[in-house]
């Protein structure tokens, strides 16, 4: 059968001769002897110049790890509805024709679960009519493949159809690295970077550590791939993974199916992990065929069994060292249950009865949600409908509401084929869309609970956060193996334990779930979807008009950014002076403002809302030290209203911050948003480094303070102008800067430092990343 797959094959199969001739040059810089793990093999052959990140970003030539900053070109990029809404809008400001490298966009996180498919989808459809009209239309234009609402989860239907062996790809969503499944590197970034890879500008990742994790055993009975990961969780906590990318290992590896390795991969972010992956394995050949991609079948054959002198592109080296190493064992590893509202709370399950009577979890539970990115695939969906024949067999209904999502269109048509949907229909549950749904909040409920009531549920996804499912920040939401959630679905306690409690049956005899067996891919191969969710070819139409309506408040077009004045910086204003911590949340709050996150001027007022003034201690209060009121007094307001002032009476401006300003997660909104009120420099005890990067990818100059003590002396009301900036810039980041601070009282001279590399300078003095690009392009 001809699949949605089958479509503009070509461009799905990573460039593995060109790879293997970097790998080549790879060892000949770090030496023949050199040892390296799978992971620095996919990384180290996708850099735009070995030795140029190789060596001379290195102190001793050789500890890559940790310390090189790698400029990286990846293979391809994959972004979901919400965050390539602006990452399209940034890469339309550069004018190029096409996107250097393959794109895929996925509409899967603005569809709601509530009542079925049939009836959520089109509705979802209708509701984001505007937004998905543009990302279609600009897809077609820049020979972007556009999945449509309904098509499937963004790691699913990558997984099906675009992760391979060797690849390395960039996704606009932190569960990217579900590919690792399939022996890829996918990393999940934000929409600036993903712009980087799709105008062909060097990808910028400090080379991360490696942690291993040798897998030994198998796995048996109600043990499931996510609790692999589950038990990792807890051992190395939300935060352990963090500046590592994990890679699996040992003789276990072998034993698992290529879904259960991308289900383990998936939650690697649930770690904080860079991205996690598997080595090459046998288990990945039935699942490209199972998907009907021959041709990568044929090439991953060849370049897979490359044997001889130990750097083969897919597997580590037999020497190769990790930073660290946890070794799992899955012959003995139990089911685990993760949770309430974090991760990485992983309690196995004979022991979760007591942890819910010690903690005084709820007993009861109302709803069991299996499916999403994370658990869909084949193996967990037949063994959940084993588990569901049983208790139907005996005459069981379940007792909390039972809802289903498959990941992507592909995997729902098989289950259909295979009468699996059939199983859960008749049991009462509830199938939705192939859509994030329930995962990101898009659930609402029906069973009457109300906001803030305590009150439990389980699911196979992989976060669960405070209010992250139905937006009520006292529901729990308990992690576990779709089987596990399935089996508990039918007692809806919380302490029933399915390997060895018993259920009532309506004829009062005591029925206990035996372990679930189901196949780890369909016999006859995935199903045919339905036509209408087919990718379209991804071959650019340079005529096809973009649609955005000017009257739109979710989307605009953005306007190129002002390059730098020629010369120093003067009169610059102090708009704030944040004291504490200041996150990429701070300077751009989510929730409701997610709305507008094609509309860089609607959400710019949500700029530093969070922020709180050190000069007074309130939160969002601005005082305008430069145009008094008549009496006297600085006029207060909100931030963003202050900036919007200012920037329409022309007035650039600065924020004065604490360590680490713009820590969190990657959101180029944070840098844009002040770019785009006037904001001109950001000075700093420190910075967060990716944000630091992002500010100068939109023009803004983060300086650092030479003394720290001087953050205490600048102040709201001062005027600022630069010594020296200007030229630093024109030298190519070479050179001292100052600030002269005109107060009230008198003058002071301010020592700043700065990292701000030669391709940055470039950014700042042409007024952004995009438009030293669209320059270079004589756009
Ligand atoms: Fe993210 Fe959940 Fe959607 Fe997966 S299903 S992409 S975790 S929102």
Redesign the pocket.
């Known amino acids: 059968a001809k699949t949605l797959a089958a479509s503009n094959v070509a461009s799905r199969i990573p460039p593995y001769k060109g790879l293997l001739r970097k790998l080549k040059e790879v060892y000949n810089v770090l030496g023949r002897e050199t040892q390296l793990t799978l992971a620095e093999k996919i990384l180290y052959s996708h850099l735009y110049s070995v030795e140029e990140s190789l060596l001379s970003n290195t102190q001793s030539g050789k500890v890559v790890r940790g310390n090189a900053t790698l400029k990286l070109k990846p293979d391809r990029v994959a972004m979901?509805d919400a965050s390539a809404q602006m990452a399209l809008l940034q890469f339309m400001s550069c004018g190029l024709p096409s996107t250097a490298v393959p794109t895929s966009i996925h509409c899967?996180?603005m569809i709601v679960g509530e009542r079925g498919a049939d009836v959520d989808l089109p509705a979802s459809i209708t509701g984001n009519k505007e937004v998905f009209d543009f990302l279609e239309s600009a897809a077609k234009k820049y020979g972007i493949e556009f999945w449509p609402p309904g098509a499937g989860?963004?790691?699913q239907t990558v997984l099906e159809n675009y992760a391979a062996p060797g690849l390395m790809m960039l996704g606009t969503?932190?569960?990217t690295p579900n590919a690792g499944g399939l022996g890829a590197i996918a990393i999940g970034v934000g929409g600036a970077d993903a712009v980087d890879a799709m105008v062909d500008a060097p990808w910028e990742l400090k080379a991360p550590r490696i942690l291993g994790v040798k897998l030994q055993g198998q796995l048996s009975g109600w043990a499931a791939p996510k609790d692999v990961i589950m038990k990792l969780a807890g051992l190395l906590t939300v935060r352990g993974g963090t500046g590592f990318i994990i890679e699996y290992f040992g003789p276990g590896v072998y034993t698992l199916s290529c879904t259960g390795m991308a289900t383990i991969s998936n939650m690697g972010a649930e770690v904080g992990a860079t991205t996690s992956l598997f080595p090459f394995t046998q288990s990945m050949m039935p699942y490209l065929r199972s998907t009907h991609r021959f041709d990568l079948l044929r090439e991953v054959g060849s370049y897979a069994l490359l044997s001889g002198e130990g750097n083969q592109l897919l597997r580590a080296d037999p020497e190769a060292l990790y930073d660290e190493v946890v070794t799992i064992d899955l012959s003995s590893l139990e089911p685990h249950i993760n949770g309430p509202f974090t991760p990485d709370l992983s309690t196995p399950l004979s022991q979760f009865k007591d942890a819910v009577k010690i903690n005084k979890w709820p007993e009861s539970f109302g709803a069991g949600l299996i499916g999403?990115?994370?658990n869909s695939s084949y193996q967990d969906m037949t063994r959940a409908e084993n588990i569901v024949k049983q208790a139907s067999a005996v005459g069981l209904e379940p007792k909390a509401d039972f809802f289903i999502t498959p990941g992507s269109e592909q995997i729902r048509a098989t289950l259909a084929r295979d009468s699996t949907l059939e199983t859960f229909s008749s049991a009462g549950g509830t199938v939705l869309a192939n859509a994030?749904g329930p995962?990101?909040g898009q659930w609402k409920r029906t069973d009457g609970v109300s906001k803030g009531e305590t009150n439990a549920i389980f699911s196979s996804?992989?976060?669960n956060f405070k209010g992250r499912n139905d937006g009520n920040p006292s529901t729990m939401n308990f992690l576990a193996s779709p089987e596990i959630v399935t089996a508990m679905s039918y007692a809806g306690s919380t302490i029933f334990n399915p390997l060895t409690d018993t259920i009532p049956t309506p004829s009062g005899n005591p029925f206990q779930f035996s372990p679930p067996s189901g196949l780890d891919l369909p016999s006859a191969g995935f199903a045919q979807g339905k036509p209408e969710f087919a990718p379209n070819p991804g071959v650019p139409s340079p005529d096809h008009p973009v649609i955005i309506s000017p009257t739109s408040d979710r989307l605009a077009v953005l306007e190129p950014f002002a390059p730098f004045p020629a010369g120093e910086l003067e009169g610059l204003r102090v708009l704030y002076k944040v004291k504490g911590q200041c996150t990429t949340d701070t300077i751009s709050a989510a929730g409701p403002w997610l709305k507008y996150k094609g509309h860089l001027p609607n959400i710019s007022a949500n700029t530093l809302i969070g922020a709180v003034n050190a000069e007074t201690g309130e939160t969002n209060i601005a005082y305008d030290h430069y145009n008094l009121a008549e009496s006297g007094e600085p006029p207060k307001s909100g931030i963003p209203q202050l900036a919007e002032k200012w920037k329409n009476q022309g007035k650039e401006w600065m924020v004065v911050a604490e360590s680490n300003y713009g820590e969190g997660s990657a959101r180029e909104h944070a840098a844009l948003q002040p770019r785009y009120l006037g904001a001109r420099v950001i000075l700093a005890k420190g910075f967060a480094r990716i944000h630091e990067t992002n500010l100068k990818k939109q023009g803004i100059v983060p300086l650092v303070f030479d003394h720290e003590d001087d953050y205490e002396t600048v102040r709201a009301g001062d005027v600022v102008s630069t010594i020296g900036l200007y030229d630093m810039l024109r030298n190519g980041g070479k050179g001292d800067v100052s600030l002269k601070c005109v107060k009230k009282d008198g003058e002071q001279i301010i020592k700043v430092r700065h990292t701000i590399s030669k391709d940055q300078a470039g950014f700042i003095l042409a007024g952004s990343a995009l438009n030293l690009l669209a320059k270079k392009e004589g756009t």
């Open positions: 979901q899967d996180h989860i963004i790691h969503d932190s569960h999403s990115c994370t994030c995962c990101i996804y992989n976060r």
